[in-house]
C-alpha cells in the first residue's frame, strides 16, 4: 500500500454520514459523473432526489466534501422497502469499503429503520455492485434473491438487462450487531 492510499485508508474512519440536502444536488451529479462508472442522470435529477426524497439519500464526505452517495427511495407500493437507485464513490475512495459503510449507514437513516428489504436493480456486466449486494445479505444472514426485472425489451439498445435483487428480511437486531462490527460512524440528519 503506498502513501496515498495508507492516507485514504485512515481517513475512511473519519468519514460522516448524513442525509442529502438540495444544495447537494450538483455535487451529487458531479460525483456521479466522476465515478465513470453510474450512468449519470441530469443535474435536475439529482436536485429532486436531493430535495424530496432527501430523508433515504445518503451522502458520505470527508472535510466537508462528498466522496460517496446512495441515492434512494421507497417504492410506494412496498413500504417496508429500500431501493438503492444509485450508489457511487469518488475513484480516489473506491476499494476502502466506503460502499458497504454507506449501505449499512443508509439503513440507519432514520426514514430506512422499519424498512425490512433492501432493493436495487444490478447490470448482468456489473460485477463489483454484484459482490455489494450479495456481501450485504451475508453481513445480514439474509437472503439475496435475484431475479429477472428489467430485461433487454425493456431497456435502450446494448444496455445489459438489470435483474432485481431483493436482500431481506432484514432482522432489525442482527442489522445493527452488523453495523457496530463495522464501527461505522453515526449518521447525522
Given at each position: 500500500?503506498?502513501?496515498?492510499?495508507?492516507?485514504?485508508?485512515?481517513?475512511?474512519?473519519?468519514?460522516?454520514?448524513?442525509?442529502?440536502?438540495?444544495?447537494?444536488?450538483?455535487a451529487v451529479?458531479?460525483?456521479?459523473?466522476?465515478?465513470?462508472?453510474?450512468?449519470?442522470?441530469?443535474?435536475?435529477?439529482?436536485?429532486?432526489?436531493?430535495?424530496?426524497?432527501?430523508?433515504?439519500?445518503?451522502?458520505?464526505?470527508?472535510?466537508?466534501?462528498?466522496?460517496?452517495?446512495?441515492?434512494?427511495?421507497?417504492p410506494p407500493k412496498e413500504t417496508d422497502t429500500a431501493f438503492c437507485w444509485q450508489i457511487g464513490v469518488h475513484p480516489d475512495w473506491r476499494g476502502l469499503g466506503v460502499a458497504s459503510r454507506l449501505l449499512?449507514?443508509?439503513?440507519?437513516?432514520?426514514?430506512?429503520?422499519?424498512?425490512?428489504?433492501?432493493?436495487?436493480?444490478?447490470?448482468?456486466?456489473?460485477?463489483?455492485?454484484?459482490?455489494?449486494?450479495?456481501?450485504l445479505a451475508r453481513r445480514l444472514n439474509v437472503n439475496c434473491d435475484v431475479k429477472p426485472h428489467f430485461t433487454e425489451s425493456l431497456l435502450e439498445p446494448g444496455h445489459a438487462p438489470e435483474p432485481l435483487y431483493r436482500i431481506g428480511p432484514v432482522d432489525r437486531s442482527r442489522e445493527q450487531d452488523a453495523e457496530e462490527s463495522m464501527q461505522s460512524a453515526r449518521v447525522r440528519v
Amino acid at each position: 500500500m503506498n502513501e496515498t492510499e495508507t492516507s485514504y485508508q485512515q481517513n475512511v474512519e473519519a468519514l460522516q454520514y448524513r442525509c442529502a440536502r438540495p444544495e447537494d444536488g450538483i455535487a451529487v451529479w458531479k460525483l456521479v459523473q466522476a465515478s465513470g462508472t453510474l450512468e449519470a442522470n441530469t443535474a435536475y435529477f439529482y436536485l429532486i432526489f436531493c430535495s424530496d426524497f432527501a430523508q433515504t439519500c445518503l451522502i458520505a464526505e470527508y472535510e466537508g466534501k462528498p466522496v460517496g452517495v446512495i441515492v434512494g427511495y421507497h417504492p410506494p407500493k412496498e413500504t417496508d422497502t429500500a431501493f438503492c437507485w444509485q450508489i457511487g464513490v469518488h475513484p480516489d475512495w473506491r476499494g476502502l469499503g466506503v460502499a458497504s459503510r454507506l449501505l449499512m449507514q443508509w439503513l440507519q437513516l432514520p426514514a430506512n429503520r422499519a424498512v425490512r428489504y433492501v432493493t436495487a436493480t444490478v447490470a448482468t456486466d456489473n460485477e463489483p455492485s454484484d459482490r455489494l449486494f450479495r456481501s450485504l445479505a451475508r453481513r445480514l444472514n439474509v437472503n439475496c434473491d435475484v431475479k429477472p426485472h428489467f430485461t433487454e425489451s425493456l431497456l435502450e439498445p446494448g444496455h445489459a438487462p438489470e435483474p432485481l435483487y431483493r436482500i431481506g428480511p432484514v432482522d432489525r437486531s442482527r442489522e445493527q450487531d452488523a453495523e457496530e462490527s463495522m464501527q461505522s460512524a453515526r449518521v447525522r440528519v
